[in-house]
């Protein structure tokens, strides 16, 4: 059962989070280089959840990462470390906090080289899922199969958002560039 239909057998107080998500973010073009790294770090901290999980503590992580603010989230000191470990509104993995530090680190450098995020993104599409992978494990940390598979198709760079019978699908399908419409 995809995403797309396994909202509809949610109890109620589910649907209307995961449908908010769903209906309007999932697969959608982001052209917002902090958004991109926000993705990014949620995408990062779901990997051993449920994305449920991460969609209730959204605000908290806003709040805890300066709303993904990355060239604030690159500068951040031990003390800010700490303080991110002793949040319980987010996921208080040494690794995943470490990650969206270095993260936001690598993609200032990216935005130096490139001009953004989202035209680094460009600059490599269209790949396949294996070679992303390979690019993403090269370049950010903590970023396996699933969370790159994941983060890619939540920001319309590879298929499967939504299946074609879904009500949205065509939504997404009109807001992608021609070129991103490769498979």
Known sequence: MSYCNAIEYMPEERKALHKAYH???????????????CRLVLEINQAGLSWETI???EKTFR???????????????EADRER??????IIRNKLKV?????????ILLLQKEYGSFEKWLE???????????????KTFKFTGGEIVNEFLMSIGYLDGAHSSTCKIYKDVMKTKPMWSKVK
Not at 23 to 37: A, M, Q, S
Not at 98 to 106: G, L, S, V, Y
Request: charge should be positive; aromatic fraction near 14%.
């Open 23 to 37: 209906d309007k973010l999932y697969g959608f073009p982001i052209h917002d280089d902090n958004e991109l790294f």
């Open 55 to 57: 969609l209730k503590k």
């Open 63 to 77: 709040k805890a990462y300066h709303n993904f603010n990355i060239k604030k989230v690159a500068a951040y000191t």
């Open 84 to 89: 991110l470990f002793a949040d319980a509104g």
């Open 98 to 106: 470490n990650a969206a530090i270095e993260n936001a680190k690598t």
């Open 123 to 137: 600059h490599h599409h269209p790949k396949r899922k294996d070679e992303w992978v390979k690019l993403f494990k």
